[in-house]
């Protein structure tokens, strides 16, 4: 599956973004759909998943309650809603695919997107 990554940009503090990723090749319903970040210097953070099982989601605690993470199978596409962004949001975000039982960890992941810059200013 390949997977494109759109909808970054400059933001305040306390706006909100929304990121999608659009997956061609295979259908998104084959997998369990992951946001990661990354800043210069740092590894790539975990975010969140959307499971391929159902309306199942996991988040990473920083962003509990501000992301969520929402898929259109119809249109082989995963969102990630960011609302009350903080500056240290601010990284490169990549959209990811996985069928590993475990897909919390960046080496579950068989596909990435190429990112997309999030920037949040204070």
């Known amino acids: 599956v390949q997977l494109q990554a759109s909808g970054g940009g400059l933001v305040q503090a306390g706006d909100s973004l929304r990121l999608s990723c659009l997956a061609s090749?295979?259908?998104?319903?084959?997998?369990?759909m992951g946001w990661f970040r990354q800043v210069p210097g740092k590894e790539r953070e975990f975010v969140g998943v959307?499971?391929?099982?159902?309306?199942?989601?996991y988040m990473e605690d920083s962003v509990k309650g501000r992301f969520t993470i929402a898929r259109d199978n119809a249109k082989n596409t995963v969102y990630l809603q960011m609302n009350n962004l903080k500056p240290e949001d601010t990284a490169v975000y990549y959209c990811?695919?996985?069928?590993?039982?475990?897909?919390?960890?960046?080496?579950?992941?068989?596909?990435w997107g190429q990112g997309t810059q999030v920037t949040v200013s204070s």
């Open positions: 990811a695919a996985s069928v590993n039982t475990s897909p919390y960890y960046e080496h579950s992941y068989i596909s």
């Open positions: 090749g295979r259908a998104l319903r084959n997998y369990h």
């Open positions: 959307n499971k391929r099982s159902g309306p199942v989601t």
